[in-house]
């Protein structure tokens, strides 16, 4: 069964890099499938962050294209998402999911908990 | 890319059927068969519930439906259960590797 972890500090200061990890149990991260970040605020519902592949593209958000890079490390069988230049516009839960199939239209049918990140000073 | 609309809020009663719609584009809702829909409980992460408008993952009721016409597409609930009751999130793939969602809407049994 497929379980995915997010972890990661709660409070990031204004203007620094929001930094996550997505550690994946019950399937290697190297074997297929999208991996990627969703996230949710009061006020504006789910936003797709953005999506990598293994060996392949890697997709972002045009309105977050400049500060946000998604990576996998397949040695630790696990993905992470670092953003930077945080507002507190930023303050979200923060959500790591995977693809139900291996192509970039395919929804997303594994979900972690969430992890809530504020961004303040 | 804009968020997809959907409204804020939907009620039905036990038994009855309640429709959720999810108005985007041509650019995304009417330009691809793309189309997903989530369920969230509170405190939980989103469940995939509908895919590709109208497939729905193994274990979600038969209750559940979707569909499209041109730019809009709906989510049917059909014979409304208390478990019903959540916030519903529609997506749909914009081309170009994007994906939009939309603001969710909170589905209320009365």
């Known amino acids: 069964q497929v379980q995915l972890q997010e972890s990661g500090p709660g409070v990031v200061n204004p203007s620094e890099t929001l930094s996550l990890t997505c550690g994946v149990s019950g399937y290697p991260v190297g074997n297929g499938y999208y991996w990627g970040w969703i996230r949710q605020t009061p006020g504006k519902g789910l936003e797709w962050i953005g999506v990598t592949y293994p060996y392949r593209n890697t997709y972002y958000n045009p309105s977050l294209n400049s500060r946000v890079t998604i990576s996998i490390d397949m040695a630790r069988n696990q993905f992470s998402l670092k953003l930077t230049s945080v507002t507190a516009a930023d303050t979200a839960v923060y959500y790591c999911?995977?693809?139900?199939?291996?192509?970039?239209?395919?929804?997303?049918?594994?979900w972690g908990q969430g992890t809530l990140v504020t961004v303040s000073s | 890319q804009s968020a997809l609309t959907q409204p804020p809020s939907a009620s039905g009663s036990p038994g009855q059927s309640i429709t959720i719609s999810c108005t985007g584009t041509s650019s995304d809702v009417g330009g691809y068969d793309y189309v997903s829909w989530y369920q969230q409980h509170p405190g939980k992460a989103p469940k995939l519930t509908i895919y590709e408008v109208t497939k729905r993952p193994s274990g979600v009721p038969d209750r559940f439906s979707g569909s499209k016409s041109g730019n809009t597409a709906s989510l049917t609930v059909s014979g409304l259960q208390a478990e019903d009751e959540a916030d519903y999130y529609c997506?749909?793939?914009?081309?170009?590797?994007?994906?939009?969602f939309g603001g969710g809407t909170k589905l209320t049994v009365l």
């Open positions: 997506s749909s793939y914009a081309g170009n590797n994007i994906l939009l």
């Open positions: 999911v995977r693809s139900r199939t291996g192509v970039t239209t395919a929804p997303f049918d594994y």
